[in-house]
């Protein structure tokens, strides 16, 4: 099972930026928070990941609670590509990832 | 780096029949995976690979799936005497040895239709 929770839907409108929201209150020391997407019919895209500190790339922003039990992932201007179901996951460096329902996103234009 | 690859993208066939998909993960990667995904869900893992050893299978991998990574590099994934539950995108995904960072990278999916 998943280990995760996330809203089932969110809207966000074009140009602000989009605030997804996680809680993982059972993680352990040892595993990252993963996050990944999918657009319609293809493949999860890999966005970002973290353990404790709070990490930025090039697509978005992780923001981790000291408490590492809920984190947000930050699309900064979101832009109608963006569209698409968001999964937050958390996995031990040695474990697989396992999927939850994850957040379906529509930025509105 | 062309990603990862999967082919066909897309296979009907009739319910009884074999299937076979192939995965062509990102050469440098060791670790291959692959997932279900089924309308409205989000991907179940199947099993996975570590170079040529088949380490981890779910309990959803049938007696009718089997998973192959000969030589460490492609794998395959077969479908004997396909159902109509076997309906599915199945997806495959590659990664470095776990720990060295980064995430997974999928390919597009081989979407499979049992009529």
């Known amino acids: 099972d998943a280990k995760t929770t996330q809203p089932p839907s969110m809207d966000c409108a074009e140009g602000r930026a989009a605030n997804l929201p996680c809680n993982h209150s059972?993680?352990?020391?040892?595993?990252?928070v993963y996050w990944y997407r999918q657009i319609h019919s293809q493949g999860p895209q890999y966005i970002i990941h973290?353990?404790?500190n709070n990490e930025t790339n090039e697509m978005a922003s992780l923001i981790i609670t000291e408490d590492r039990k809920s984190s947000t992932l930050i699309l900064p201007h979101a832009t109608l590509r963006d569209t698409a179901v968001y999964y937050c996951i958390v996995s031990g460096g040695a474990q697989k990832l396992v999927f939850g329902q994850g957040t379906r996103l529509t930025i509105n234009p | 780096d062309t990603g990862v690859s999967q082919d066909p993208r897309h296979k009907i066939t009739k319910r009884g029949q074999n299937v076979t998909f192939r995965c062509d993960p990102i050469?440098?990667?060791?670790?291959l995976y692959w997932y279900r995904q089924t309308l409205g869900q989000g991907p179940e893992f199947l099993t996975y690979?570590?170079?040529?050893?088949?380490?981890?299978k779910s309990r959803l991998l049938s007696d009718r799936f089997s998973a192959e990574r000969p030589k460490g590099s492609f794998s395959t994934l077969e479908i004997q005497r396909t159902e109509q539950g076997d309906s599915a995108m199945y997806l495959c995904?590659?990664?470095?040895?776990?720990?060295?960072?980064?995430?997974?990278?999928f390919g597009s999916g081989t979407r499979l239709t049992v009529v």
């Open positions: 050469s440098e990667h060791n670790r």
């Open positions: 059972t993680i352990s020391g040892n595993e990252y």
């Open positions: 690979f570590q170079n040529e050893a088949q380490l981890e």
């Open positions: 973290g353990l404790k």
């Open positions: 995904a590659s990664s470095l040895e776990a720990g060295q960072g980064g995430g997974y990278t």
